[in-house]
């Protein structure tokens, strides 16, 4: 255990692919289902390469934590894992995918948690996907027994709690990064509340769906779509469980809804004020949010004239856009620096970890010696009542508590410090520990391990 | 001690104004959670104050010109408070709080001690109606720096002008339903206030002549809600209109109390 650490050979490892590293067409032949994964983490660790193992799959990236005594060895299972799963060799594979080890795998998985290698920096359902990833394996149990065990317990926890202190201490995930946040951003400063809101899509395309998709998840109520291809529009909003109407029809129904999304393909305006007018005499009653994403503008820039009406289009969206990313980047050393008190926490508990073997070794052998020198004497002092015999005992054992207790102390301080190697071996030399360490079956057990370095 | 009380709890009202605006002109869009802890500690010691006040004096701080203002200044910026917590509009203090620091610095300057016909004025009924128009005045306040804020919210909105008003200002609608609950509460507080003065000076057969300053004043307060709540009423652009006139209506409010101030300061007290 004390060479696995010294020669800095870290059982920490991340493999895996994102989008800054595959394209889109890649990254789905990588990615997993939910139902996919038990059985990919199982086989890691039943293969006995991998001690523990979490698999995080997203729409950007395909990446698997590996925690294991031969981390070479862990990460090349783990990397044909994920090329047989894509359908690929290792070595087509390889093109792809990053790896990490050691602190700079602790550390990627908390920039990752951050949102800093997100696609849109410091987006927050990234929290909630590694949180989800990190439950469904914990859930999970091979034949080898559970796949997540001490290391990577501290190891997500301590991530989730870094990515919640940077989304809370920083202006990171303050407003919105993408076009279709970004319209739900507008349309919150106009109506508070998306909650019950109706909303009209006019345009059934992909921009239209990922508009409605972030509409509906702030809290819209209820939707219409209409499309020039009814059909497509009725496909749409049976997804969305909206309701199509006729093209024709949809300037009457803007009276009866707070946000119109429009992105049609139409290469003149599809919403002029005249039609406007026509369809609601007396204008809109109460606020109407436009959001114009068309290209070419599907809505007349008069429109913006009107009463109640609040009119943006797809640079207004850029704009707002564009700030918030220019904000966040302000924000990049705030939450650098709280990745690296988390990395530096999590480093300090995880390099402990190889004092632990030591420190139990120091106490079973002194608690040996100890008991073998308390029942010798015991055997001369027989006339001693149980009370004072129980009270030799309990002298011992305060005595031997308060002579060990600085130097555990200080052999976490080493470990911490980076002194520990020497450290270590020259208290294992000095009270003939080495022979007992290397074996025993409670040493191997994360629990033990876990509650020892926790004491 | 009770001095210290002031002077503290109207510097932490400035230092949280302060720190408001420097967030605003910062424009990262964020509240600094500093500013509410010192807003609430400063809430507290203005509490304290008023304690001790009633505990010295034997009476509430409602008569005469500084009391009335100390305790004016504690209504708001408890309603900046509930306004931050309860109506989701926690950067209301940003135009609620300087408010409160003018109110509280004109207290402090004039002297917070009861006027020396205080005793004049003891009684349930008197210190109710005192109360109740201070309740009035408040809810006048919030409406206007809810107005006030809705009013360059909108144009930001309309004119696609994304600064820091845009980001740090709440929502229109958030706006909109702050500044009616304000005039709502501000009208009912208002009028009972009025009600009972009225039976007051009928129960004591004080006469008031028909150009009193005070009834005069109270009456044009009393429009100005009644004219503040029908514009926000309807449809169309009530959220401007509402807006326009709380704002509007508290500076008309305000310039007469000023006029007539002056005015009674040549022949005459006035409040």
Not at chain 1, 409 to 419: D, F, I, K, M, P
Request: net charge negative; hydrophobic share 50%; with cysteine.
């Amino acid at each position: 255990m004390v060479e696995h650490f010294c020669d800095g050979d870290m059982a920490l490892a991340v493999i895996g692919l994102s989008h800054r590293t595959a394209p889109v067409a890649v990254r789905e032949r990588f990615a997993y289902d939910r139902g996919e994964v038990p059985a990919a983490l199982g086989r890691l660790v039943e293969s006995g390469v991998a001690d523990e193992a979490v698999l995080l799959s997203t729409c950007n990236r395909t990446e698997i934590y590996v925690s294991a005594s031969d981390v070479v060895s862990g990460s090349a299972a783990a990397l044909s894992i994920l090329a047989e799963h894509a359908g690929e060799t290792a070595e087509a594979s390889a093109r792809y995918l990053y790896q990490h080890r050691d602190r700079s795998a602790v550390e990627h998985l908390f920039r990752v948690v951050a949102g800093l290698e997100s696609m849109a920096v410091g987006e927050p359902q990234i929290q909630g996907q590694v949180k989800d990833a990190y439950n469904l394996a914990r859930e999970t149990t091979s034949a080898a027994g559970a796949v997540v065990g001490a290391t990577a317990n501290r190891l997500f926890q301590t991530a989730l709690a870094v990515g919640g202190r940077v989304r809370s201490e920083t202006g990171l995930g303050v407003g919105a990064a993408s076009i279709p946040s970004a319209a739900v951003e507008l349309s919150r400063k106009i109506f508070g509340s998306l909650k019950g809101r109706r909303a009209l899509i006019l345009g059934a395309g992909e921009m239209s769906e990922v508009t409605l998709e972030c509409l509906r998840s702030a809290g819209v109520g209820s939707c219409l779509v209409a499309n020039r291809t009814h059909e497509r529009a009725r496909d749409l909003a049976g997804r969305w469980g909206g309701e199509a109407i006729e093209f024709d029809e949809f300037a009457s129904a803007l009276s009866s809804v707070d946000i119109l999304i429009s992105s049609t393909a139409a290469a003149t305006p599809v919403l002029t004020r005249d039609l406007f007018r026509g369809s609601n005499p007396s204008g809109v009653s109460r606020p109407l949010c436009i959001i114009d994403i068309g290209m070419p503008r599907d809505v007349e820039t008069a429109m913006a004239e009107e009463a109640n009406v609040f009119l943006y289009n797809i640079d207004d969206l850029r704009q707002i856009v564009d700030h918030n990313l220019g904000q966040r980047r302000g924000e990049l050393p705030r939450a650098e620096a709280i990745i690296g008190e988390g990395v530096e926490e999590f480093w300090g508990w995880y390099v402990g970890l190889a004092v632990v073997p030591t420190i139990r070794d120091l106490r079973e052998r002194s608690e040996a010696v100890r008991q073998a020198e308390v029942e010798k004497a015991l055997r001369r002092l027989a006339h001693l009542a149980p009370e004072d015999q129980e009270a030799i005992d309990a002298l011992t054992r305060g005595l031997l508590n308060k002579l060990l207790h600085m130097p555990t102390v200080r052999l976490r301080e080493a470990a911490g410090n980076g002194r520990g190697t020497s450290v270590l071996d020259t208290v294992r030399y000095l009270f003939e520990l080495d022979g007992e360490a290397e074996h025993g079956e409670a040493e191997d057990s994360p629990d033990s391990t876990e509650k020892e370095i926790n004491r | 001690m009770t001095g210290l009380l002031h002077l503290t709890s109207l510097g932490l009202y400035g230092i949280a104004a302060a720190l408001l605006g420097v967030s605003l002109a910062k424009g990262d869009g964020r509240l600094p959670r500093m500013a509410a802890f010192i807003v609430v500690g400063a809430l507290v010691l203005h509490a304290w104050a008023f304690a001790a006040f009633w505990a010295h004096w034997n009476e509430l701080p409602l008569v005469g010109l500084g009391p009335v203002l100390f305790t004016l200044a504690m209504v708001l910026a408890l309603g900046s408070v509930i306004a931050a917590t309860l109506g989701h509009a926690n950067t209301v203090g940003l135009v609620l709080l300087p408010v409160v620091v003018l109110l509280m610095g004109a207290a402090v300057a004039i002297g917070v001690v009861p006027a020396s016909d205080a005793l004049r004025f003891q009684g349930v009924w008197f210190a109710l109606h005192v109360l109740f128009a201070i309740l009035g005045y408040a809810g006048l306040t919030v409406a206007f720096g809810a107005g006030l804020m809705y009013l360059l919210q909108f144009r930001e909105l309309k004119t696609k002008h994304f600064g820091a008003i845009f980001r740090f200002f709440p929502p229109l609608a958030t706006l909109e339903r702050l500044g009616r609950s304000g005039l709502m509460l501000g009208f009912s507080f208002h009028t009972l206030a009025l009600l009972i003065g009225w039976a007051w000076v009928e129960r004591f057969g004080i006469v008031m002549a028909g150009g009193n300053a005070k009834l005069a004043w109270a009456g044009l307060s009393w429009l100005v809600f009644i004219a503040a709540l029908v514009a926000g009423t309807g449809g169309g652009r009530r959220g401007r209109r509402g807006a326009w006139a709380s704002v509007l209506g508290f500076l008309l409010v305000v310039a007469a109390y000023l006029l007539i101030r002056v005015q009674a300061s040549h022949g005459g007290a006035f409040l």
